[in-house]
């Protein structure tokens, strides 16, 4: 049976985090479906998107972050809140979320979903039945074409870069880009890198990725990621981009500080998967500098690579959460959960108790605690 649910967005604190959960349009939707929408003023400056555009549909803006929260049945975030934000999810109330809730550092969120008997969402794990990730996968894909772009600027000499193209030049051989991973994110900056002219290689465990991967770029090389050819490819790379990931766990440590030593003078390394803790021993995530070397190797590993395009990332993310958050409101919240596959296998928490058996594993917190 439908149910009238509030949504609410705040603005998000991660550093130089530009999107917004949900864009005017989305909005739009849920209000016309007769829910309700609240927006912390400013929420969605940054991605280009003014109050009064919210106002125009229907939303009602808020001057403070507490004030969404309080009001909302479902707290829409693109990321994990800080501690200062735990405040904002009420009693019984619904977080959805690149949430990480395996980390760590969200020990205290963890709790705090407990003593809420709240429900946690994590993004990262909404699985539909044929085994792809809507959510993530939109992300991803932005990402990986992010990442040549930012890797194509910082090889320019006035960006303290070696003044490489990614293409060459006549009598200039192109660049050698080193992919791992051929998921979404991994196919986009392959393609990306393709057009650009570089030499692109990507490696994986997964040959029907890598079919996948090679069936829709024509021209590149793909291979299994295996010992011998890993350390053969990285000794050669220019670019390596690491696009490896495994939702709900931490990144495997695939490339090590040996790899990254053997890489050639001026090469690069971007780790797409920072935000799980990164697949290069070499990985630190730093929000406030663009780069740093490690082993000679200048590194990019910001972790949240599609707010540099967050007005495009905005409206995918958007677009790719709408269909889950209109499920919940024509079913209601519990029976979506209970009942909607992907729903179900992205619920972490339900009224506060574990029902995730990884981030059991990972944290030691007993399902059903």
């Not at 196919?187 to 990725?209: F, I, N, S, W, Y």
């Not at 053997?262 to 663009?290: K, Y």
Request: glycine share 10%; with cysteine; proline share 5%.
């Amino acid at each position: 049976m439908a149910m009238t649910i509030t949504y609410g967005l705040v603005r998000e604190t991660l550093p130089k985090e530009r999107r917004v959960a949900l864009v005017p349009d989305g909005a739009e939707r849920l209000i016309s479906q007769g829910h309700s929408v609240l927006i912390e003023t400013g929420a969605g400056v940054d991605a280009g998107f003014e109050d009064s555009d919210y106002s125009a549909v229907g939303a009602t803006v808020c001057l403070s972050n507490t004030e969404v929260g309080l009001g909302s049945d479902v707290l829409i975030k693109l990321h994990s809140p800080n501690e200062s934000e735990y405040d904002l999810l009420r009693e019984g109330g619904t977080l959805m979320g690149f949430l990480h809730l395996f980390s760590p550092q969200a020990s205290l969120l963890r709790k705090a979903i407990r003593t809420r008997k709240a429900n946690a969402l994590s993004f990262d794990l909404l699985e539909e039945n044929d085994g792809s990730r809507p959510v993530l996968e939109a992300m991803s894909a932005i990402g990986g074409r992010v990442s040549v772009l930012l890797a194509a600027k910082h090889m320019l000499a006035s960006e303290g870069g070696p003044g490489r193209l990614f293409g060459g030049a006549p009598g200039v051989p192109p660049m050698r880009v080193v992919i791992i991973g051929a998921g979404a994110a991994g196919e986009a900056a392959a393609k990306e890198a393709h057009h650009m002219g570089a030499q692109v290689t990507v490696l994986d465990q997964d040959t029907r990725a890598l079919n996948r991967v090679a069936t829709r770029i024509e021209g590149i090389v793909t291979a299994i990621a295996s010992g011998p050819y890993l350390n053969q490819m990285l000794a050669l790379a220019d670019l390596l981009i690491c696009a490896v990931s495994k939702p709900g766990h931490p990144a495997p440590r695939i490339v090590s500080r040996r790899h990254v030593r053997n890489m050639p003078p001026g090469s690069m390394i971007i780790d797409m998967s920072v935000d799980e803790g990164g697949c290069c021993e070499t990985t630190r995530a730093h929000a406030q500098e663009d780069s740093y070397v490690e082993e000679g190797v200048r590194h990019l590993c910001m972790p949240n690579l599609p707010s540099e395009v967050a007005r495009t990332a905005s409206i995918a993310f958007s677009n790719a959460i709408l269909p889950y958050l209109c499920t919940m409101g024509s079913a209601g919240i519990a029976v979506a959960m209970s009942s909607e596959p992907a729903l179900y296998r992205g619920a972490v928490y339900v009224d506060g108790t574990l029902r995730n058996s990884v981030v059991a594993e990972l944290t030691g917190e007993p399902l059903g605690s």
